[in-house]
């Protein structure tokens, strides 16, 4: 698994934090999400994140 999260344990719906996350995981995994995507959020873009879905919405808006 990723950062020891399996793949199965994700839910599009549950915050991160309900997944057993904390801030900082949730950092590195933004910061791997900008490189791979070559995107770059702002701060008030990533007080926003806290699920998987909102990674992926805000990844959609920096692309298309």
Known sequence: GY???QVSEISEEKSFTDMGMDSLTLLKIIIDVESHFGVSFENDEIVEIRTAIDI?????KKLF
Not at 56 to 60: G, H, T, W
């Open 3 to 5: 950062m020891g999260i």
């Open 56 to 60: 992926f919405e805000q990844v959609e």
